[in-house]
């Protein structure tokens, strides 16, 4: 996450001289764990969590569980990591807490541009995904156009939204009210839209309340007054995550004030030091329900403080990738296409099908850095392209059905008018003809020879075999001595990486991780080459080169 980035490659840097070392001295742990404090500070990381953190870490790293490891660098980094986890929230993290008799009240509480607003959306989005009705209230009478706001953001979420005043508008960007004025009763609001809910039986309520540009007594009393009216099950402290070190104040102002129940950090996506999510959870013992990772309806994941801990540390996310895998692809519609890969019949029309699947699992740059040691690759994944798929969309769409279903037809007139009607020129389409076609072979080995779990691109490792699967297998078992079938197995292999050297197929030379970009394998490979997630599926295959 972008809000973490600096303090990964910190805490990358201060491991490094370790890992050569079998054994390590006070000096060295001494070392690292002054490098680990000032990571921590420049990150805003409070001051308190800093020091007992450090001194948990240094204390366990002199110990036995060290100096007894067969590998004591890695055993530090595993140190590191549970005390990590730990700060972050370990044994306090919960689901939400719902009503036993509906309707479940939600309440949102925080300061002004902590992003209360977008939250109350993409929460609404996420219980409605998972088979809730939920309601969203607009209860912020007193920002500019707040009410207004929420509206476009329940439209677009399919989330109606109960607004019955519609609060401080503007006028030519001109407030119509004083700044601070409110222009109807929220805490009656509040008390209407539970009502509602019990009438038109939503069984999920979430609040949208008002904000301050910093805390104060009014604040605290509205939030106070819209709790006791409604008695909500959780009131849920909103944080912006790159306010630094008033972070912790501004939290326990609001433990204070209104009780809050559990916390959800927002904007890490930003380019701040982001160390106030480390702190808030261990000042104020209150959990991290959920985190806001992007702008979009779906950038909004549940918090767990193990995997966060394993993503500032460049570990990786492998859970959360499946995960939302498994939540956006269809297994029928995989099956379908894994019996055409095998049969040889995958056409652009089936590819189109998974580049929508793909898409649906959020931005590239996002899932590919949850893949292992991708931080030390930050400059590459930047300069990934994320409208490479709309490109792709277009020349795809640019074709007829009957191209679609056989490229083999597409001759040099009809590239010029693909070309033409995507807005791209004929060598863009030729590079996506001919990174299609090795990947339908390449997915079709894979089919053949790895038993293909039934989505796209499951398995094993891709074939090792030539052009033809079949006749690739012959070759491998004309001996029954294992030496000699080794020996012809590599005089296969060195043939393929000659090929792909003289400009033949890329996927051969790197056949562990097929659905990544071809430019990406070597950033895996320096990284212990990590197995795709199997539920990314084989849409990506074939579309970068």
């Not at 409110?182 to 039986?201: E, F, M, Y």
């Not at 209150?286 to 767990?304: M, N, W, Y």
């Not at 990738?321 to 297994?331: K, N, P």
């Not at 894994?338 to 089936?350: I, Q, R, V, Y």
Request: hydrophobic residues 40%.
């Amino acid at each position: 996450m972008a809000a973490f980035s600096s303090l990964t490659d910190r805490l990358s840097n201060a491991f490094k001289h370790l890992k050569s070392k079998g054994k390590l001295s006070e000096s060295d742990i001494d070392g690292t764990i002054r490098e680990i404090r000032r990571a921590l500070l420049d990150a805003d990381v409070a001051l308190d969590v800093v020091r007992s953190f450090t001194g948990r870490v240094r204390e366990r790293a002199l110990g036995a569980e060290v100096s007894q490891a067969l590998n004591p660098a890695q055993q530090v980094v595993k140190i590191v990591n549970e005390e990590l986890t730990s700060i972050l929230g370990q044994g306090v993290d919960r689901p939400l807490n719902f009503a036993k008799n509906p309707p479940t009240v939600i309440m949102l509480a925080g300061l002004q541009g902590a992003g209360k607003t977008t939250l109350a959306g993409k929460l609404g989005y996420w219980l409605k995904d998972a088979g809730h009705t939920p309601l969203l209230v607009a209860a912020d009478l007193q920002r500019p156009n707040a009410v207004t706001q929420l509206q476009v953001v329940g439209e677009r979420a399919g989330v109606p939204v109960f607004a019955p005043e519609k609060g401080v508008q503007s006028d030519g960007g001109d407030a119509v009210s004083a700044p601070g004025e409110t222009t109807g009763d929220p805490v009656q609001v509040a008390r209407d839209s539970i009502v509602l809910a019990q009438t038109k039986l939503y069984d999920t309520v979430i609040i949208d309340t008002a904000g301050r540009l910093g805390v104060d007594e009014v604040l605290m009393k509205q939030a106070r007054d819209i709790r006791d009216a409604v008695n909500p099950d959780e009131i849920l402290f909103v944080i912006d995550a790159m306010i630094g070190q008033d972070a912790v104040q501004t939290a326990r102002a609001f433990d204070e004030g209104v009780d809050f129940t559990g916390v959800v950090l927002s904007k890490l996506d930003g380019d701040a030091r982001g160390g106030a999510a480390l702190s808030v959870a261990s000042v104020t013992g209150k959990p991290i329900l959920f985190a806001s990772t992007g702008e979009g309806l779906k950038d909004f994941e549940v918090f767990h403080p193990d995997r966060m801990a394993s993503r500032i540390l460049d570990m990786g996310d492998i859970l959360t990738l499946i995960e939302q895998a498994q939540r956006q692809f269809d297994e029928e519609e995989a099956r379908k296409a894994a019996a055409k890969m095998s049969e040889g019949t995958f056409g652009l029309d089936d590819f189109l099908d998974q580049l929508q699947q793909v898409r649906k699992l959020g931005s590239m740059k996002s899932l590919l850095g949850m893949i292992p040691g991708m931080a030390q690759h930050r400059k590459e994944l930047e300069q990934f392209d994320e409208k490479e798929i709309d490109r792709t969309e277009a020349i795809i769409r640019s074709m007829t059905p009957q191209e679609r279903r056989n490229p083999k037809i597409i001759d040099g007139s009809r590239r010029a008018r693909i070309a033409y009607g995507a807005g791209t020129t004929v060598s863009a389409v030729n590079g996506l003809l001919q990174r299609f076609e090795q990947a339908a072979k390449m997915m079709k080995r894979m089919s053949n020879n790895a038993g293909m779990g039934g989505i796209p691109g499951f398995g094993g490792p891709a074939s090792r075999g030539g052009k033809k699967g079949k006749k690739n297998k012959k070759k491998v078992s004309r001996s029954g001595n294992p030496m000699k079938r080794e020996a012809e197995e590599k005089a296969l292999r060195d043939k393929l990486a000659g090929k792909s050297k003289s400009g033949g197929s890329a996927f051969a030379k790197k056949p562990q991780n097929p659905a990544l970009p071809a430019g990406l394998q070597d950033m895996l490979e320096a990284n212990g080459n990590p197995d795709l997630p199997p539920n990314l599926g084989g849409g990506l295959s074939g579309l970068f080169g």
